[in-house]
């Protein structure tokens, strides 16, 4: 119920910070969730585990379009459901065991790769990973009401391309999570609903691809954008866990 509630006003949030640039997003889910993480280092932990997942739903709802896609689905809704809403309503009860499963396969394959905050094998780093495999099938999900690329091309591309770099998440790794959720799709939902949401998936296996993003191209890393839109987010940041230290 806390999560039907909070939904519409984290919508509202979101599109508030997105309406100039949707890159915004990033800092602003970044902030909350490093924010929700000291209050929970703050709890006792009977406290935190009952804390948690109100953090968790909140965090869920700003990191992604949730609202606008249960709008989008909302609209559909109807006697004769279409087959984009019938796929989505397939897709959204296994997005999290679709996420994990792919997040264990990319950390075996990948075994000795460190990002930013550690190895792929990393309980923090494993569920931020799980987190944006999440994303990525909302994404897609949305997509598929909306018939259309353009969440993709205005939010989750532009993100991708600000943050990934600087937390040194190599697009080899985005590459082949696609490839896995491809097939992970293809083996659970039926051949219609797998149907429906292909053609924006391979879309979105294009924007990544090689040609797009050649492998060793420092270019990426040194884009202005990343150092425009993350450094005033880890100012912040550090400026929170200097007033924790106090």
Known sequence: RFSVKIAP??????????????????????????????????????????????????????????????????DQAGDSPSVSLVAIQELLPMVTSVAEFICAEVAERFSGYCCESGPLTDLGVRASSIRDVEMFQVYLGLCALEGSLAAVQQELFPLCVMLYPPLKV??????????????????????????????YLKAVQG???????????????????????????????????NQKAG
Not at 12 to 37: C, I, K, N, W
Request: glycine share 4%; net charge negative.
């Open 207 to 241: 924007m990544f691809s090689l040609e797009v993003f050649p492998e060793n191209d420092p270019i990426w890393s040194y884009h202005p954008d990343v150092v425009r839109f993350l450094e005033p987010a880890r100012q912040l940041l550090q400026e929170l866990l």
């Open 170 to 199: 190599g697009w080899e790794l985005v590459r082949q999570m696609l490839e896995l959720l491809d097939k992970s799709l293809q083996s659970r939902l039926t051949s219609a609903s797998y149907a429906v949401l292909l053609p």
């Open 9 to 74: 006003l984290c919508g509202q949030l979101r599109a508030r910070y997105s309406e100039r640039d949707p890159r915004v997003l990033g800092f602003l889910s970044m902030q909350f969730h490093y924010t929700g993480q000291m209050v929970l280092q703050a709890l006792l932990p009977e406290e935190r585990s009952l804390f948690y997942p109100y953090l968790k739903v909140m965090d869920d709802h700003l990191y992604m379009p949730l609202q606008k896609m249960y709008q989008a689905a909302a």
